[in-house]
């Protein structure tokens, strides 16, 4: 059954992210061989549309008014809704990020439609668009379809393979001109707290760090060994709560959800509150001088050592692997 599909596109720092890309991998398979529409909203986005037309995307569609510069509930909602209208999709997909969970509740509700989050897989099954998401913190996971009216869903990031990026490929790309009005909500200034860097729920390495790391000053030893893979630095709430770095680095049922290749955990005990933001990591190592510490039962490998003596043996043996590279 082809299907018309509107991938919600994000962008950050006048970049796409790429759980967008992802958006639009899933957005094939919920289209089954029918039209799959980019939308970008924001203040100038057409330069990213050739990106996602890349990607996979057939189409582009560019929402651009200057009070969606920032992100504003109001603002974004208008937006898509008036592309919604528009194009009258049968799917509509976008990243369960912050901006996503904040946006698609709105428009589900507003198109009276079925909404699936966070889903990590889709697949389609004798017509039915089929989602898997974990549940119970990640212990479990459950499938969910919604038979009836348009397929709302936002995707995890990191769990989507994209598809092959292809330079050839030609898509029309088109400008809506939308009104924005009624915005109960104005930016005034946006402070940025978090690391530079790469994206924590987008990286690909996450060395994470916890109560052991016993300072902020340990934390630079974990920058270190992050940077080394192109990564990014986490923590635990217990990290969190002693100062030793920004609450904008926590993982965990009250911090972020991730899902990278690898997963360095350093000084992290392992409380199922922790565990319920990184289960789901494809490899996990974790080092730690309490051999009986319960994250090792979530580990694929265990170190059982003082991280500050483990963590500078690493970065010195990688640091050797990139000279012979």
Do not use: W
């Not at 994000?10 to 890309?21: A, F, G, Q, T």
């Not at 109960?184 to 402070?191: H, M, Q």
């Amino acid at each position: 059954m082809a299907r018309k599909v509107l991938v919600v596109g994000e962008i950050r720092d006048n970049l796409l992210r790429k759980v967008s890309l992802e958006a639009v991998a899933a957005g094939k398979t919920i289209a089954e061989g029918g039209e799959v529409v980019a939308l970008l909203c924001g203040e100038s986005v057409g330069h990213l549309a050739d990106e996602l037309i890349m990607y996979g995307a057939d189409r582009v569609v560019t929402a651009e008014n200057i009070q969606l510069k920032s992100y504003t509930t109001d603002g974004f909602t208008q937006a898509v809704m008036t592309v919604i209208e528009r194009e009258q999709p049968e799917g509509i997909v976008m990243g369960h990020t912050a901006r996503g969970k904040d946006l698609s509740p709105r428009i589900a509700t507003k198109l009276q439609a079925g909404l699936v989050s966070d889903a990590i897989a889709v697949e389609v099954n004798g017509g039915d668009v089929i989602f898997t998401r974990p549940i119970y913190s990640g212990k479990a996971f459950e499938k969910k379809s919604i038979t009836e009216g348009i397929i709302c869903s936002t995707i995890r990031p990191n769990n989507i393979t994209l598809l092959e990026k292809d330079e050839s490929r030609a898509g029309s790309v088109e400008s809506v001109a939308v009104e924005i009005k009624s915005l109960r909500t104005v930016i005034k200034e946006i402070v940025r707290k978090t690391s530079e860097g790469v994206d924590l729920s987008e990286a690909q390495v996450i060395v994470a760090g916890g109560r052991g790391v016993k300072s902020a000053e340990g934390f630079k030893l974990l920058e270190e060994l992050a940077d080394l893979f192109s990564g990014a630095v986490g923590a635990s709430r217990g990290a969190c709560d002693a100062d030793y770095c920004d609450y904008s680095l926590q993982i965990g049922q009250t911090g972020k959800v991730v899902t990278p290749d690898l997963y360095i955990a350093c000084g992290i005990s392992g409380a199922i509150q922790h565990l319920a933001g990184m289960s789901n990591s494809k490899v996990t190592v974790a080092i730690n001088k309490d051999a009986e510490a319960p994250i090792f039962d979530a580990a694929d490998y265990g170190i059982v050592g003082d991280l500050f003596e483990v963590v500078p043996l690493l970065i010195k043996e990688l640091k050797k692997e990139i000279v012979n590279v």
